[in-house]
């Protein structure tokens, strides 16, 4: 006779696996700033991505095993267009494709002997902040509502605790990003939004990441992807402004946001977008 195995006992396991295999990924923000919602993963691939479009208003991030969190992206396309087209437009909305996610997610954790390795977060953008929406779904099917922000993936409770320090409402895209950056660089057991960060991350570059925006002043399709020149300057002016505000006191660059750290408006940005030919989905 096969050995008996509590219920309890293989959920547990089952929870453990994928815990461990989502842990070993590296840590992805979504954050709300003036002009919309910003997201920023570390990557090194300019071909394999993290964060991709949804619907018009929508995105969508995921840490993980890659051919698994793709399917799941390719699927989440299909069931916004289907929805879209069987009803109306503005049926599409974040809420609903994270609670078919959570059920998608729920269904594989339950009944399949290997559960998804993956954890994923859609985001919509909305007419204005109130509106906004961000949605984390985990491998077992969980979703919860981020208001504000979120950190997903690898060490997402050190980087969240930092992000909560630094994060505020209104910020500048600017801003947004460079405290982004400063959660994604914060070690755990540091102190939040310190200036020194995990050696590995501290001193990413525009060519390790991988940025994208929704855009609230956009009509119809709102994402867009941030890099080359565009990504250079934010980051030179959100590293300037980090500088200058630490230069102060030790204990600076905790306090949230330099006022220094100005940018220009939203609307003022060039449009930014894929490379065309460009793929979509990402490795760990």
Not at 180 to 195: E, K, N, R
Not at 207 to 236: K, M
């Amino acid at each position: 006779m096969p050995f008996y195995v509590s219920p309890e006992q293989v959920m547990r396991d089952k929870a453990d696996y994928a815990r461990k295999g989502v842990a070993r990924g590296r840590s992805c923000v979504a954050l709300q700033y003036a002009g919309g919602i910003l997201m920023v993963a570390p990557n090194a691939s300019s071909a394999l991505h993290k964060i991709s479009e949804i619907y018009d208003r929508i995105a969508f991030a995921a840490v993980g095993r890659y051919n698994e969190y793709e399917r799941l992206r390719q699927a989440g396309v299909t069931y916004a267009d289907v929805t879209g087209y069987q009803f109306d437009r503005h049926d599409v909305t974040a809420r609903a494709i994270a609670n078919w996610y959570a059920q998608q997610l729920g269904g594989i954790f339950t009944d399949s002997n290997k559960p998804f390795e993956v954890e994923i977060m859609v985001a919509e953008v909305g007419a204005t902040p109130d509106a906004d929406q961000i949605y984390r779904i985990t491998f077992d099917g969980s979703v919860t509502d981020e208001p504000g922000f979120v950190a997903f993936g690898g060490q997402a409770d050190q980087v969240a605790a930092a992000l909560k320090e630094l994060f505020s409402d209104s910020m500048s895209l600017t801003e947004a990003l460079g405290a982004a950056l400063a959660a994604l660089a914060a070690p755990a057991g540091s102190p939040a939004g310190s200036p020194a960060g995990n050696g590995a991350q501290s001193e990413l570059n525009a060519a390790q990441l991988e940025v994208a925006i929704l855009d609230r002043a956009r009509a119809h399709r709102t994402f867009r992807r941030l890099h080359g020149a565009r990504l250079e300057e934010l980051l030179a002016e959100s590293r300037s402004a980090a500088a200058s505000s630490g230069s102060g006191s030790p204990d600076a660059a905790s306090s949230g946001p330099s006022a220094s750290a100005s940018a220009a408006p939203p609307s003022d940005e060039p449009p930014t977008g894929p490379a065309p030919g460009a793929g979509d989905g990402t490795p760990k």
